[in-house]
């Protein structure tokens, strides 16, 4: 049998993965590669690096309480709920006026009969 170990990077920290000769050397290759990824210490993403630099400038410069409250005034998101409640309110009272329309259009025609 093949013994492949591996270290963590932590304390001797090891996984220690063994094959049959000749079988399996491709599942113990992907099995590696598993672990290669779980043991892996995260890395710094662009977005959590932006995060942690913002929030170091807010609290280097004083200026949480007025982001904070900036934040609070109307933005896109509170706009764009305005936009949808105002086209909600046009249909309905479009949908009203043809409701209207067709029970008029529906006692002429009973009118006729």
């Known amino acids: 049998?093949?013994?492949?170990?591996?270290?963590?990077?932590?304390?001797?920290?090891?996984?220690?993965v063994s094959t049959a000769p000749g079988r399996g050397s491709r599942h113990a290759?992907?099995?590696?590669?598993l672990v290669n990824r779980l043991t892996k210490k995260p890395t710094m993403t662009v977005l959590n690096?932006?995060?942690?630099?913002?929030?170091?400038?807010?609290?280097e410069h004083n200026i949480e309480d007025d982001v904070k409250?900036?934040?609070?005034?109307?933005g896109?998101?509170?706009?764009q709920d305005?936009?949808?409640?105002?086209?909600?309110?046009?249909?309905?009272?479009e949908r009203e006026i043809r409701q209207q329309q067709q029970?008029?259009?529906q006692m002429m025609n009973s009118k006729h009969f």
């Open 49 to 59: 690096k932006t995060a942690l630099d913002w929030g170091k400038y807010k609290s």
């Open 1 to 16: 049998a093949v013994v492949s170990t591996q270290s963590t990077g932590e304390e001797g920290s090891t996984v220690e």
């Open 69 to 74: 409250n900036e934040s609070k005034s109307e």
């Open 103 to 105: 029970r008029r259009r």
């Open 76 to 79: 896109y998101l509170e706009k």
């Open 82 to 93: 305005f936009v949808n409640r105002s086209n909600v309110r046009q249909f309905e009272l």
């Open 29 to 33: 290759s992907k099995l590696n590669s």
